[in-house]
């Protein structure tokens, strides 16, 4: 018998039919969902007639009927028909519940889709936020890490020695300059600590790159003035070590090292390619006759090089750099004063631009000095240097000349003042003896010039003519520079103005300086000269392979040692410098070309030196020093030239008009030289002016440049640093804070721009009292007037 049971799955209403295995006794059991449950039928027995529901019992009973070639009776057929019946039922009453099911979950299909479209959604945001915060936590970690760097070292520097980029900050956080160190050192070379070894005792922080360089670091803050240290030691022959800073940034201007070939005022709009830090001509080389390894920067921030630097600089304004480079080389940095190049150098800060300046050139000049030294100072500046004319032969002077020029001078009723005679005093270059053909009592008419009031200078110069007697001597007693690896056998020649082939003292060996002194010495006495003008050339007139018997560490070094070294027998100028001479010596301007660029040049040469720490500077010859019409392939002092033709007049009456104003001042051509008396005449105006105006100013800032080193002749920037307008003006300068002078510079012109810094100021040609911070425009100037403005104290009322 079996046993069938329909089921209602309580969740979704579906109908399982369950017939297990048959039995002995066979029980048909029908379960009805609930709708149903009151027409359930129990059949007990083998088989019974009546199989029918009370639905189906009104029905006529089926007859017999054959199913697979079987007859089949009625009740058989019902017994199949109530099984088949209830399957259908189960299989309406499925399909019904899953219909339902479907009707019924459709709604939340929808939904469900909604709810995955919004999933979908919120992943991606999710997986972009875990990036972003993966690259925040980078970042964050990349800069605490650099931070972490930063501040291990010191407090106002910023270096990672990564990327090897250097920012220094004000005490005002600011940043005022930024550069990349070791620029020539590859960035996938990673750094390292040195070794215990290599380390220094002083403080410093030291980082190397294996193999190549080594950088040690350190600082000096002195309360308002921070300064750093920068040393690199290159650690491989083919290194050069290499820093470039900003050239230009927040409007701030490089200024310093000396005249460059362009006459540029601010380096920060020069531009030129690495070039030995070292004198020159200016026609051929990159920097002048003055010189030294001093930057500062307009924002306040300054550097200084080691003098034993092999110094290499360029100025690139297209990539705004501003670069320093130690490599030797075979002439400039020939001597290699350490086995490999390094460079060292020291960066300082303060609050602003003038008291920078103080810091870096301060240098007591009073050290030494003695009554009758500041004596010549005060000559210097209150009578002019008058420089005996001369052509480009020896013959051109002698001792008729001399007597001559000085009656002339003596005629004109200026101020007496100093006789310069350039070289040709002698026979030949270096015999430092009078020549006694040409000047043959020039002890009496000396003896003359005195007793009139003149003082006479005597140029002299460290060549010996091949043509001189001395250079025998020389060479017997090794006096001399001679060539590189000679073993001091074979002297080592040059060419300087009149002296074609000369030899040169070597000025580090003691023998040579005692026996030029001893003859300086006797030329004194016997001539009763009262000083000396050095003319020493440049670094590049030593000889091309010289050797010195103590090793110099660059061609000035032979400059100032050779001025150190007679410092007692007294003068009053150098050519050249790389360091200040010990006043009363003033340091020349070049040679100038007797032209109107040539004007412009004096006076920015005179401004440069100030900035560079020259406060006592002796422009050339009022008109120029020679006359060229054409480029100049070598040096002015390969050739010997004699003094220009008499300039134009309104040339010579500007640069006269700018020379009033100047810290001395040195003529060749007299005013009386012009026809009529509108020179002379006006040059005894400007002379009424330097002795009522100028000198009490000079000789008021004198004490503040001897204690300081501040010129006598600033720029406008040192009045007042933070005036914007102060830093680019080049055509304005001032004596101390009391003086502004606006010369022409230009041929034809009577009129100019005027910027007067802060303050209350009295105009120099009509009397007139004229505010400060602002502009003059169009100011009137006619040819005989210069502009000049004095301030007044700060109560003055209009």
Sequence with gaps: MMKLRQVVDDISGSVTISIPEQKSVP????????????????????????????????????????????????????????????????????????????????????????????????????????????????????????????????????????????????????EVISGLLGKTIGMDNKPYHCLEDHRKQDGSVCIEWNGIARLYMNFQDMDVFRCYTINWQSLSPGNHPTDCYELQRNNGLWFGGGMTKSNEWSLSNDNFDFAPFSSGDLKVHQFGNGVKRYFINSIGVAIQVNDKTPLHVSVNTTTNEFCLKARNDEFTFVNHLTELPELDYKICTTEDMKSLHMLMTQKSLWDGLKEADMAVIYSLIQEPVWRTPHGEDMESLNETTIYNYSEDLIAMGLPLGHILINEFWQANVGDFTVDQRRFPTLNK???????????????????????????????????????????????????????TSAGVLDITNNASVFWLKEKLERLKAEYKVNSFYLDLGTGYNLPHYYQCRQTLDNPDMYAKLFTESLESVGFIGVSTASTVPKPPAFLSTPPINSSWSGLKEVMSTVLNYGVIGYPFVLPGAVGGDYALNKTMSKMISFYSLGEPPLPDEELYVRWLQLMTFMPAMQFSHLPTY?????????????????????????????????????????????????????????????????????????PNVEEREVYLPQGVWKDGIDGSLRKGSRWIHNYKVPKDKIAFFTKMPDNTRF
Excluded at 28 to 45: A, C, N, V, W
Excluded at 83 to 100: D, E, F, M, W, Y
Excluded at 139 to 161: M, Q
Excluded at 736 to 741: D, F, K, P, T
């Design 27 to 174: 029980t048909i059991q029908i379960e009805k969902p609930d709708d149903d449950s009151d027409d359930e039928l129990e059949i007990h027995g083998k088989r019974r007639d009546r199989f029918r529901t009370r639905r189906r019992a009104s029905i006529a009973p089926l007859p017999a009927l054959r199913l697979n070639n079987k007859e089949m009776l009625a009740s058989d057929f019902d017994s199949y028909s109530v099984a088949s019946n209830q399957a259908s039922i189960t299989s309406v009453n499925s399909l019904a519940s899953l219909l339902r099911e479907k009707m019924q979950a459709f709604p939340q299909m929808i939904r469900k889709k909604k709810r995955e479209t919004k999933d979908y959604k919120i992943k991606i945001f999710v997986i972009i936020m875990f990036f972003m915060i993966i690259f925040l936590i980078g970042f964050a970690y990349v800069g605490y890490h650099r931070k972490i760097l930063t501040y291990s070292y010191f407090e106002k520097i910023k270096f990672n020695s990564n990327d090897r980029i250097l920012r220094i900050l004000s005490h005002d956080e600011r």
């Design 445 to 499: 008419t000396i003896d003359l010039l005195h007793r009139r009031g003149f003082k006479i200078v005597f140029t002299i110069q460290p060549f010996i003519s091949t043509d001189s007697e001395n250079f025998k001597e020389a060479v017997r007693k090794k006096l001399l520079i001679y060539e590189r690896h000679s073993e001091r056998s074979i002297p080592a020649l040059t060419r300087y103005k009149s002296a």
């Design 674 to 746: 012009y026809k009529g008396d509108y020179v002379k005449n006006l040059a005894k105006d400007l002379a009424l002016i330097r002795q009522q105006n100028v000198i009490p100013v000079l000789r008021k800032c004198l004490s503040e440049s001897m204690n300081e080193g501040l010129p006598l002749v600033r720029p406008l920037w040192m009045l007042d640093p933070h005036d914007p307008a102060c830093l680019s003006i080049s055509d304005e300068f001032s004596l101390g804070e009391m003086l502004i002078v606006a010369p022409i510079l230009e």
